[in-house]
């Protein structure tokens, strides 16, 4: 019912910015909590941060004050922007949908690769 595919991925220096998209569709998007997530290479899947329908945020501690979730209802895209970039971020992102305001997430894209050097 819900389709998420992220874009925006890529290879940047550490120190580098690079925003991430995930264009939804099926259902109504402004009705979703959403939500992105990463995993890095022989690691598990971890949180990154979300946003709510409302507009409430959230974030890791490992990215708080660097990345920023954002979302455009009109566009029925979730936006991550990711500034001051570390080697430590490079991992797969995943975007991620919810109808619930708390708890697990119900629909989830295929990822999109961010790489970062040193």
């Known amino acids: 019912q819900v389709q998420l595919v992220e874009s925006g991925g890529g290879s940047v220096q550490a120190g580098g910015f690079l925003r991430l998209s995930c264009a939804a569709s099926?259902?109504?998007?402004?009705?979703?909590?959403m939500g992105w997530f990463r995993q890095a290479s022989g690691k598990e899947r971890e949180f990154v941060a979300s946003i709510w329908r409302t507009g409430s945020t959230y974030y890791s501690d490992s990215v708080k004050g660097r990345f920023t979730i954002s979302r455009d209802n009109a566009k029925n895209t979730v936006y991550l922007q990711m500034n001051r970039l570390k080697p430590e971020d490079t991992a797969i992102y995943y975007c991620?949908?919810?109808?619930?305001?708390?708890?697990?997430?119900?629909?989830w894209g295929q990822g999109t690769q961010v790489t970062v050097s040193s």
């Open positions: 991620a949908a919810s109808y619930k305001t708390t708890g697990n997430y119900d629909y």
């Open positions: 099926g259902g109504t998007f402004g009705s979703y909590r």
